[in-house]
Nanobody, 125 residues
Framework: VQLVESGGGLVQAGGSLRLSCAPSGFSFSNSAMGWFRQAPGKEREFVAA????????LYADSVKGRFTVSGDNDKNTVDLQMNSLKPEDTAIYYC???????????????????WGQGTQVTVSS
């Protein structure tokens, strides 16, 4: 299983970034994929996830209305569109997969069995 992230960077507060994750090495059909983040000195935090089969989504309250998670069936990627970014969104963002979610979306890190290497997102004030 591989999860390759791209799209991180530096942006000013109020700006936008789009993260992309290219998963491979497993069947997508029963999986849920999404994103966690970890800021310096803090625990990993759930951001958003979706089920590949139905496209159902789950968001953390802190990003609801600003972030959108989506799956691209043609490219086989999972993207995170981040708008209205705030300095407190600064973190390393990790792509994750729960290969056997069977349409159950979860927010606990222990529920996701593979993690990407992470991509840095920095929001300046």
């Amino acid at each position: 299983v591989q999860l390759v992230e791209s799209g991180g960077g530096l942006v000013q507060a109020g700006g936008s970034l789009r993260l992309s994750c290219a998963p491979s090495g497993f069947s997508f059909s029963n999986s849920a994929m999404g994103w966690f983040r970890q800021a310096p000195g803090k625990e990993r935090e759930f951001v958003a996830a979706l089920t590949w089969r139905s496209g159902s989504t789950l968001y953390a309250d802190s990003v609801k209305g600003r972030f959108t998670v989506s799956g691209d069936n043609d490219k086989n990627t999972v993207d995170l569109q981040m708008n209205s970014l705030k300095p407190e969104d600064t973190a390393i963002y990790y792509c994750v997969v729960d290969r056997y979610s069977f349409s159950n979306l979860k927010s606990a890190p222990s529920e996701y069995d593979y993690w990407g290497q992470g991509t840095q997102v920095t929001v300046s004030s």
